[in-house]
């Protein structure tokens, strides 16, 4: 059974700092990995999507990688702004259509 | 851009109700999914949708329906609403070449059953 841990739980840091969020998971037989963002009450943004056979897709600040051997993914925020705090979900897509979602990194970013 | 509307951000209804939740598409995409957040188990999927007319049990189906007449539209129906379904309902959309396209998730309906 496919099971997506991400560590830490939670993060705050200042502003300007890089940071890296981890996401992990058991089955490496995925279609792709794909990076959410949430913002309190409301629904996910799709960030990024790694497709199984790349390494790393980048979008303005954020870069994601993917590690299938290992079960790994890693996202990138460089340059970290207060706007950026929010939840972020990583979730990997099994089978099907199914996505299996992790629990999620809450990030603040203080001024 | 995608965009995935559900038609309430906020309902509140009784036990015993029948609970409809709707969510349009406007991408013409051929999937469709419903799933539940709850603090500490993360989003959940109900069920999904391959086609019009067509669905697929998820992982937490029990005391749920659905129903796909057309292809924009899915919609969630609790049939006997219980305390045990307040939650957060979201609903996503994707196109059929899952390898390399992503979900797309409306803003979320809170539901709270009194």
């Keep these: 059974k496919q099971e997506v841990t991400q560590i830490p739980a939670a993060l705050s840091v200042p502003e300007g700092e890089n940071l890296v969020l981890n996401c992990s998971f058991t089955d490496s037989a995925i279609y792709n990995l794909q990076w959410f963002r949430q913002d309190p009450g409301k629904g996910l943004t799709s960030l990024l999507l790694i497709q199984s056979s790349q390494r790393e897709q980048t979008s303005g600040r954020l870069n994601a990688s993917l590690d299938k051997s290992s079960g790994r993914s890693t996202l990138y925020i460089a340059a970290s702004q207060p706007g950026d705090s929010a939840t972020y979900l990583c979730a990997v897509r099994r089978g099907t259509d199914k996505l299996i979602f992790g629990t999620g990194t809450r990030l603040q970013v203080f001024p | ?114």
Aim: glycine fraction near 6%; proline fraction near 3%; include cysteine.
């Design chain 2, 1 to 114: 851009d995608v965009k995935v509307t559900q038609s309430s951000r906020y309902l509140v209804k009784r036990t015993g109700e029948k609970v409809f939740l709707e969510c349009v598409q406007d991408m013409d995409h051929e999937n469709m999914f419903w799933y539940r957040q709850d603090p500490g188990l993360g989003l959940r999927l109900i069920y999904f949708s391959y086609d019009v007319k067509m669905k697929e049990k998820g992982d937490i189906p029990e005391g749920y329906s659905v129903s796909r007449e057309k292809k924009e539209r899915f919609s969630l129906i609790l049939e006997s609403a219980s305390t045990n379904q307040t939650s957060m309902y979201l609903c996503a959309s994707s196109s059929r070449d899952i390898a390399i396209q992503p979900q797309h998730f409306g803003d979320g309906t809170r539901l709270s059953i009194l």
